[in-house]
């Protein structure tokens, strides 16, 4: 067979199933620690399979749904793993890379690299894919390169890069209605827009979203796009809230399955508000959903992500967690992964950031939101991957006061809790400014509680749920060691920062 | 031009390292009552600034209008480059251009187009 004519790929860090177990993907936002980088990598984001054309045998979604429209419409449009890409210069037109993160300025890269001072590797082998010897033939041979995904706005700050590399459109937004233009206007030679900002009156329809053509990284499938939730800062809520119909998951998870991947990972800003009223769950498409992916797919579900709200209005109401778990989803596996945000504990800044996020309860009520879900989490061997946000705008000593005294309320339940620093963007170049100016002792303190609660979970997850398999005992190994020397590192830097603070 | 471009509302933003008070023109102009119900944005540049350096300038702009499609179109640096432009938009398309641009505006003139004026 002869290459292909658009070639679409990304970085190691993303090309990667992460050994089938997505959390640890997040390593791969984040500098080598303590290990070597090459064994960092090993951990975070080993190779995936290819054909031997460097076709993956799993992909980012979002280079699935690319591929999907562009080979839809005819195209010859393959993705292709970073080391296969020269296979296909000599066919190659157009180059499109997608990433959820090109230059690490996104959580929680972005706040690893501030603490550590060590550029992320996502940041890095992003980097070596843009300067490889293929890339730059491609460039000088006339190949388009077009480049989007969530981090696209990255690139409006990276000009200097965009310019060396050759960059010639970026792309921000929602896709499918554009791609297919704007790859025949690269191939026609046409002059290309710098940048598209994909707007919500250019989303998609339901049918305008086509189905996948090969495998997603670890099965993970849209169910829905949009947020009812209506937070003023957010893009996704302005879009239109589409509901994927049970047929079209059900054809995408049938695809997965078709090229062996066993596991499903449920996709949505908010799992539980598939079909619901506004923000107010409904047992009926929520139970159908469950069933249908449980009937097909014989390996793990995941959440991608859930609301805390949706969680408890959902268990309160319906006891609909407790049905989905007990008697749907763990009919064939021990636990249930998903990430969720906390954001803050405290009630003040909770209604001001994100007034929204507690609906249908108020935002006063938040630390109680928050404390009820984690329980309900904990009880039906829910494991949450939480996110708590410091730094933010208005935050004031007293919000992460609070958030430090109502953080023990979490305890006693089993989840993972990494805070992320609010880091403005013109701080990301002067890693120095934010050590000295926004780390306060009151963050210090929220750190030093997220950090030993993960760690005391962690070792517990991995014991009885995570990394259980055979094959997957030297990752789990090699997880440990690194926890160790997290442990080790942390109580000789938390006295010094300490001392610095209180000067 | 891309099919979405065709029932956009076209700017021509004209800007050397000035570029702040043109963009809050255009920005000024984009949440307007005139254009209320505009959805679609094909903003196109001239600017001596150079090639995507002057994105630097567009940064809030599309950071802060995320309800609408934004298309950016780089078209060179000189009157000459302004001039080829007008020749493709003619007056479909509001111009916004800096007092102080005056071989800019002279193009601009030749063609009997009137832009907004930033003051410089």
Request: proline content about 7%; some cysteine.
């Amino acid at each position: 067979m002869k290459g292909f004519e658009i070639i679409i790929t990304t970085d190691r860090t993303m090309m990667s199933n992460h050994h089938g177990k997505e959390f640890l993907g997040f390593m791969a936002t984040g500098p080598a620690i303590g290990i070597p980088e090459k064994l960092w990598m090993w951990i975070a984001a080993p190779k995936i399979k290819t054909d031997s054309l460097g076709r993956p045998k799993e992909a980012p979604y979002g280079l699935r749904k690319v591929e999907a429209k562009l080979v839809d419409a005819g195209f010859n449009a393959a993705i292709i793993d970073p080391d296969y890409l020269h296979k296909h210069l000599d066919t190659m037109k157009v180059l499109m890379i997608g990433h959820h993160d090109f230059f690490a300025y996104g959580p929680p890269s972005s706040e690893w690299w501030m603490i550590t001072g060590k550029e992320p590797v996502n940041r890095v082998y992003f980097r070596r894919l843009m300067e490889s010897p293929i890339v730059k033939k491609a460039k000088e041979k006339g190949v388009k390169i077009i480049v989007g995904g969530p981090a696209a706005w990255q690139w409006l700050w990276e000009l200097e890069l965009w310019r060396k590399w050759g960059v010639d459109t970026v792309v921000d937004g929602e896709a499918e209605k554009i791609i297919v233009d704007l790859v025949e206007k690269a191939l026609n030679d046409e002059p290309l827009p710098h940048y598209i900002y994909v707007g919500p009156s250019d989303s998609p329809s339901i049918e305008e979203i086509p189905v996948i053509k090969g495998a997603s990284v670890n099965g993970l499938v849209e169910i829905m796009r949009g947020c009812p939730r209506g937070c003023k800062f957010c893009s996704v809520t302005l879009r239109p809230l589409r509901y994927i119909p049970l047929e079209i998951i059900e054809k995408e998870i049938k695809v997965n399955l078709e090229n062996g991947v066993k596991a499903a990972i449920l996709h949505s800003e908010d799992v539980l508000l598939y079909g619901a009223n506004g923000v107010k769950p409904r047992p009926d498409p929520l139970i159908k959903l469950h069933e249908i992916a449980r009937k097909l797919v014989p390996g793990s579900l995941a959440w991608s992500h859930s609301s805390l709200a949706a969680i408890k209005y959902a268990e309160e109401e319906y006891k609909l967690v407790s049905k989905l778990m007990q008697d749907i989803i763990m009919t064939r596996q021990d636990f249930l992964g998903v990430e969720v945000g906390i954001e803050t504990l405290s009630p003040r800044l909770a209604k001001i950031i994100m007034p929204g996020k507690s609906a249908p309860y108020p935002p006063d009520k938040w630390p109680d939101i928050v404390e009820d879900a984690f329980r309900i989490m904990h009880e039906n061997l829910i494991i949450p991957a939480a996110t708590l946000i410091l730094g933010l705008p208005e935050e004031t000593a007293s919000d992460v006061a609070i958030t430090a005294e109502m953080f023990d309320r979490l305890k006693p339940y089993r989840s993972v809790i990494v805070p992320m620093f609010f880091v403005p963007m013109g701080v990301l170049k002067n890693r120095d400014w934010f050590r000295r100016n926004l780390v306060q002792p009151e963050h210090i303190e929220v750190m030093k509680k997220c950090l030993f609660h993960t760690l005391y979970w962690a070792e517990d997850i991995m014991n009885k749920f995570y990394l259980k398999e055979p094959h997957l005992t030297p990752v789990r190994l090699g997880l440990k060691l690194f926890m160790r020397y997290v442990k080790w590192k942390v109580s000789k830097i938390i006295p010094k920062l300490e001392a610095k603070l209180r000067k | 031009m891309l099919q979405i471009e065709n029932d956009a509302f076209h700017m021509v933003l004209i800007y050397g390292v000035d570029g702040e008070k043109i963009i809050s023109k255009a920005f000024a102009k984009m949440h307007s009552n005139e254009l209320h119900g505009v959805k679609k944005f094909v903003i196109h540049v001239v600017s001596p600034v150079g090639n995507v350096y002057y994105l630097e300038y567009l940064r809030d702009l599309i950071r802060n209008n995320i309800a609408y499609t934004i298309i950016i179109r780089y078209h060179g640096d000189s009157p000459r480059d302004l001039e080829g432009l007008v020749k493709e938009l003619n007056d479909n398309a509001l111009y916004v251009v800096s007092r102080d641009m005056v071989e800019y505006r002279s193009i601009l003139a030749k063609h009997g187009i009137e832009p907004m004026i930033a003051e410089g």
